[in-house]
């Protein structure tokens, strides 16, 4: 019964157009009132304490390093740099895009900004050249969603927070498995693109590249500056959000010269909006888990798979379905609010370690924004593009199943996660 009044209230909410956020609020005064314990104090204390997190102060600072990112220059350098590289081989504004998109990534940790800032230079570019302006976007968008998985992760601090897992190990853990989704790109792309008869870009010059890459090396130093600085211990996720922000608004302001005092109003502004809205959904989330945790939700979801138990593959198997289903109809940070309290629980009793569930978990609701109904990048990328709904829809399917087939090999083979988190984080 308790898990229907959940889903009930939460479902029924959101069906008559309720704020994800306020409908979390609603799920958790209705399970108050099913146990018969409810006290505003309570809920106000957990309102408070969801959104009391030194972790969850790096949102804001990243999402305004990706702002400046974009009004400062780095974003076009970036593409450019990637352009003289491999723009003249054969598809290679695709090649372009996913270089761009994993270097853009491992500064923005946004799949939302990301892809908009690489749908508004390059899908233009790709219809020039005379690519398939569906199939574009949908690379593009399939591009876009490696930035949850590439540090620095919003949706990593958020999940940490709401599991209370070490962010650093998530972030070191996203490392390799963003690597293998840019890679799996890589394949689909040079299979669909032969269908799209374009002449190669001429080959850039020697000067052309020496001049993209050292007007790119003060973009790239920044994923090397937040990498290594969280590898050695020298500061934590959240001050490396604050040092890109402070990095970003350095380069282009004073390198670039790109960042003008005009700027800075709209980047602070889009920050503060996409912040509020995330610290939101978390302290409203917060009132949801700690009533969940009362009422044994999860210890009912556990008897659920208690078969499954025994076999580790066949859970997260089990669990992923149940997080692709839910993904394809809410935005990424709600199912991880949503849902980490639940299936926690139930790897901790399993024996899955957290990070490499953690990492698998992100993953999958990332490729929820490239589904439909929901689909919030494909939505992104058809606006910015200006190509219809259903056309995106059908350019993405084959990097959407390159994504799924990275999934799936991670499920089986978790010592892909595994191995080089412990390496790289020391433990």
Known sequence: MIVLVFLGALLGAMAIGTPIAVALLACGVALMLQLNMFDTQILAQNIVGGADSFPLMAVPFFMLAGELMNSGGLSRRIINLAVSLVGHVRGGLGYVAIIAALIMASISGSAVADTAALAAILLPMMRQAGYHPPRSAGLLAAGGIIAPIIPPSIPFVVFGVAAGISVSRLFMAGIVPGLLMALSLFIAWTIV???????????????????????????????????????????????????????????????????????????????????????????????????????????????????????????????????????????????????????????????????????????????????????????????????????????????????????????????????????????
Not at 214 to 225: D, H, I, R, S, Y
Not at 352 to 361: A, E, K, S
Not at 364 to 386: C, E, K, Y
Request: hydrophobic fraction near 60%; include cysteine.
């Open 193 to 427: 693109a032969r269908r799209d008869n374009v002449p190669p870009a001429p080959r850039a010059t020697g000067r052309e590249r020496l001049k993209a890459l050292t007007e790119g090396l003060w973009a790239l130093a920044l994923p090397v500056l937040i990498i290594g600085g969280m590898r050695t211990g020298a500061f934590t996720p959240t001050e490396a959000a604050v040092v890109a922000a402070v990095y970003a608004a350095f380069v282009g302001g004073f390198v670039y010269r790109e960042l003008k005092l005009e700027h800075l109003r709209p980047a602070l502004l889009a920050a503060i909006k996409t912040s509020s809205a995330v610290m939101f959904l978390v302290a409203a989330a917060a009132v949801s888990a700690w009533l969940i945790t009362i009422a044994d939700i999860p210890g009912q979801v556990t008897a659920l798979l208690g078969p499954l138990l025994d076999s580790p593959t066949l859970l997260m198997l089990a669990m992923m379905a149940l997080v692709f289903v839910v993904g394809m109809a809410l935005d990424l940070i709600p199912v991880v609010l949503i849902l980490t309290p639940v299936l926690m629980p139930i790897v901790k009793q399993a024996g899955i370690d957290p990070v490499y569930f953690g990492v698998l978990f992100i993953m999958n609701a990332a490729i929820g924004l490239l589904t439909p109904p929901v689909g919030t990048v494909l939505n992104v990328t058809a606006a910015v593009g200006r190509i219809k709904m259903e056309r995106v829809i059908s350019g993405v399917m084959p990097f959407l199943i390159a994504q799924i087939c990275v999934l799936m090999l991670l499920i089986f083979v978790p010592e892909l996660v595994t191995v080089p988190a412990r390496w790289l984080t020391g433990r």
